[in-house]
């Protein structure tokens, strides 16, 4: 019977390496015999392909310069200076308009309709099992302007394993961030 070669997981051929002695010397030609096999075996190791490579999230400070429907038109911000190129950074997905505007079927059992102002800071509810309406506003708003302190400070998030929605306004494409919310901002009944 001929001995067949040793084989990896993968049913590959295995070089075989030599047994080293107790005591002996590892010369440069013995050692780089060592790594010419690993490499040889490791070459034909592939990994998966379905494997994901998840890219670094990048968490950017920035300050708001206005707002508008599903986002929110920033600069970067280090704590002193701000930058010269505007940027566009997504609402929190409950904060957007356009997932929610005039739906037929509503999000339980709630129809939202927006306001005309183009920053989408507030809406009316309207409960479909009762026509029953509330007026509602995002607590605390979001204040745009042309820098801190007259503008306000957000966390934004690049990289988002998955990506960003698709599910945008058109004049939204291009955003790359996500307000992180860390200021807890959400839709609140409207006071009087």
């Given at each position: 019977m001929i001995a067949q070669p040793q084989q990896d997981i993968f049913g590959l051929p295995l070089d075989e390496l030599e047994k080293?002695?107790?005591?002996?010397?590892?010369?440069?030609?013995?050692?780089?015999?060592?790594?010419?096999?690993?490499?040889?075996?490791?070459?034909?190791?592939?990994?998966?392909?379905?494997?994901?490579?998840?890219?670094?999230?990048?968490?950017?400070?920035?300050?708001?310069?206005?707002?508008r429907r599903d986002?929110?038109?920033?600069?970067?911000?280090?704590?002193?200076?701000?930058?010269?190129?505007?940027?566009?950074?997504?609402?929190?997905?409950?904060?957007r308009k356009t997932p929610f505007h005039n739906t037929t079927a509503g999000r339980l059992g709630i129809t939202y309709e927006y306001g005309q102002a183009s920053d989408a800071q507030d809406r009316v509810a309207t409960r479909t099992s009762d026509d029953e309406t509330e007026d509602q506003v995002v607590v605390p708003l979001y204040d745009g302007g042309t820098s801190p302190p007259n503008a306000d400070i957000i966390f934004g998030m690049t990289n988002v394993l998955g990506g960003l929605?698709?599910?945008?306004?058109?004049?939204?494409?291009?955003?790359?961030?996500?307000?992180?919310?860390?200021?807890?901002?959400?839709?609140?009944?409207?006071?009087?």
């Open positions: 080293f002695s107790r005591g002996e010397q590892l010369g440069a030609g013995k050692m780089n015999r060592l790594v010419d096999t690993v490499n040889r075996n490791s070459a034909q190791i592939r990994p998966p392909s379905q494997v994901i490579r998840p890219t670094t999230p990048i968490v950017q400070l920035f300050s708001v310069r206005s707002v986002y929110l038109l920033c600069r970067t911000w280090d704590g002193s200076d701000i930058g010269s190129e505007d940027i566009k950074v997504l609402k929190p997905w409950m904060l929605d698709d599910n945008l306004e058109t004049f939204a494409e291009g955003a790359t961030f996500i307000d992180m919310n860390f200021d807890g901002r959400q839709w609140a009944k409207a006071t009087t």
